[in-house]
């Protein structure tokens, strides 16, 4: 079962999430909160799977909730999707480095929402192509100095190539057609990687690949990695 905690000052939005995962086998609500200062209170007391957090909240903010559930240790297994009204907005890039899996529009489709819940269940990242792109497009407006991310240089090569291919959006299963390798062994190095680097998640391999200038803005998707390096 998918425990999760929604996180919004809306009584209303929070119902309708409510409504709409308890109606499901697989994943519960656990809790509810109306700011973010309630919402680490009872991420701390339940230890959901996936918390659910508004971007915009009296008291303290989604990015703000975001890193201090990250921070925490004891957290290290809650995954926060942010739920925004805006989309593309200013907040993204500093909320994937507090530690955020991904976004979701408020108006998501139910079955979208649905299916982001057990994405980030996974530990998966909830990245869209256009959120990427954002990404991207803040990185090249960046000074050209680089950030390496703490256990950068323990990566093996095989790792550093799977660090690129997470960083241009592929799943396990296509980088292990990538690589010429089986999914199980692309998981293997990407959980090694994740282990390494300290991230929580994919969405924060992204960011390490970028800030370290592994990956350099290049081809989409399905593209070769470029820059990639150790």
Do not use: W
């Not at 309708?16 to 609500?29: K, N, P």
């Not at 592994?214 to 081809?219: D, F, K, S």
């Amino acid at each position: 079962m998918i425990r999760v905690l929604i996180v919004d000052d809306q009584a209303l939005m929070r119902a309708g999430f409510r409504a709409l995962i308890d109606a499901e086998d697989d994943i519960e609500v656990v809790a509810e909160a109306p700011d973010g200062r309630q919402g680490i209170e009872l991420a701390r007391r339940h230890v959901p799977d996936v918390a659910l957090v508004d971007i915009q909240m009296p008291v303290m903010t989604g990015i703000e909730t975001t890193r201090h559930i990250a921070e925490d240790p004891a957290l290290a297994g809650v995954h926060v999707v942010i739920l925004t009204n805006y989309g593309l907005d200013e907040y993204v890039f500093d909320a994937l480095r507090a530690g955020a899996a991904g976004f979701l529009l408020k108006d998501t489709e139910p079955a979208d929402l649905l299916q982001a819940i057990r994405i980030a269940a996974r530990g998966d990242a909830l990245l869209s192509p256009s959120v990427t792109r954002r990404l991207i497009t803040e990185f090249v407006a960046r000074p050209p100095d680089r950030h390496t991310a703490p256990g950068f240089e323990t990566l093996t090569r095989r790792e550093c190539e799977v660090v690129a291919l997470v960083a241009h959006g592929l799943t396990n299963e296509e980088i292990a057609d990538h690589m010429v390798i089986s999914p199980f062994t692309a998981k293997t190095h990407v959980s090694r990687a994740m282990i390494k680097l300290g991230a929580r998640d994919r969405a924060q391999l992204v960011v390490f690949a970028y800030e370290s200038g592994l990956v350099a803005p290049g081809p989409g998707r399905n593209g070769p990695p470029r820059g990639a390096h150790c």
